[in-house]
């Protein structure tokens, strides 16, 4: 059975509103995706590190509790997990502070098996990161040469705008990797201070990936690939009570969709249609609504439950 294997951080989000803590839950960009799969009945395996405290040990309990391999999430010595300040607007969406140490950061790994057609999906400061880029680099390679197809988030904060310079090869070495690419406007207006979807795709990313997903928000997802085009994918109103999760629970879905519809590396070379488009971004904003309607990172588990039907019926 076809797999998704995510590598990037583990942090503890804290959540704000109005002053006051909300939630203390499990985070990390890839971590949100991967649990939400869990849920949904893939199996999943998750590379990374976290501390070797009572934070990382939830962490790691977590995963597990949530059907993701944990064995490769390495926990050094000594270390403290980090942690992710969120604070919700009136409108919930977040503004956050990261408390983490990253020149100190530590990757030590086996690479895992991979299947032909399996997925990996990888992205943020993690996957760009000049002090674990090789493990990292060489994991991606590793999976590519074994069939796997290659999903990168590229979810750019502006905590790190100052380092554009010394990460644009990173970035461009995993756009060259990647099978689909998705960013966000604010991904592409911080990296290269371009608002306009299509620049984007011509500009940086064609050159280096032909599936490229352009999420705004609320507002249509712009989709480019080399059977289509492009394409505006409406997605439906929702009052969302958190929003921290939306993107990566965007990923999820979409990803989700691959395995359900048994779309393999090969159509994806060959580019994918319009109705495998709509499929995989129907289910992603499925994912993405579910998430945000509650205040937690991940889909509910009722809501997985249903996935799970689907994805084994």
């Known amino acids: 059975m076809r797999k998704v294997i995510g590598i990037g951080e583990t942090v503890l989000d804290i959540v704000f509103r109005q002053g006051k803590v909300i939630a203390a839950i499990p985070g990390g960009s890839t971590l949100n995706s991967l649990i939400s799969l869990g849920r949904s009945g893939v199996g999943c395996r998750f590379i990374s590190e976290t501390g070797d405290d009572l934070v990382g040990q939830q962490i790691v309990d977590f995963l ?22 969120a604070f919700l607007d009136q409108e919930n969406n977040a503004q956050y502070v990261f408390y983490k140490d990253h020149e100190h950061d530590q990757l030590q790994f086996s690479l895992p098996e991979i299947q032909p057609d399996d997925i990996v999906i990888f992205g943020s400061y993690y996957a760009l990161n000049p002090v674990i880029r090789s493990q990292v680099r060489q994991f991606l390679q590793h999976a590519r040469q074994a069939g796997a197809i290659l999903y990168y988030d590229v979810n750019f ?5 100052h380092e554009i310079d010394l990460l644009m090869p990173n970035l461009e070495e995993n756009l060259r990797l990647a ?31 032909r599936h490229f997903i352009y999420t705004r928000g609320s507002r249509p997802v712009e989709a480019f690939g080399p059977g289509i085009q492009s394409m505006k994918f409406t997605v439906r109103p929702i009052k969302a009570r958190s929003t921290i999760g939306a993107g ?24 994918l249609t319009e109705r495998q488009w709509v499929s995989c971004l129907r289910t992603a904003s499925k994912f993405s609504a579910a998430c945000c309607r509650w205040i937690y990172n991940y889909v509910p588990e009722n809501f997985g439950a249903d996935m799970a039907r689907r994805l084994n019926g």
């Not at 010595?77 to 942690?83: I, V």
């Not at 099978?179 to 050159?207: A, N």
């Not at 990566?248 to 691959?258: I, Q, R, S, Y």
Request: hydrophobic residues 30%.
């Open 179 to 209: 099978h689909i690419v998705r960013g966000s406007d604010e991904d592409f207006q911080l990296l290269f201070g371009l608002d306009s979807d299509t620049r984007v795709y011509k500009e940086r990313i064609m050159p280096y990936c």
């Open 157 to 161: 904060r502006a905590s790190h705008q």
């Open 248 to 271: 990566d629970n965007f990923n999820a879905g979409f990803l989700f969709e691959l395995l359900c519809s048994d779309i393999r590396r090969s159509q994806i070379e060959r580019g």
């Open 64 to 85: 597990r509790q949530n059907g993701v391999d944990s064995s490769l999430v390495m926990r050094y010595k000594g270390t403290k997990s980090p942690l992710s300040l």
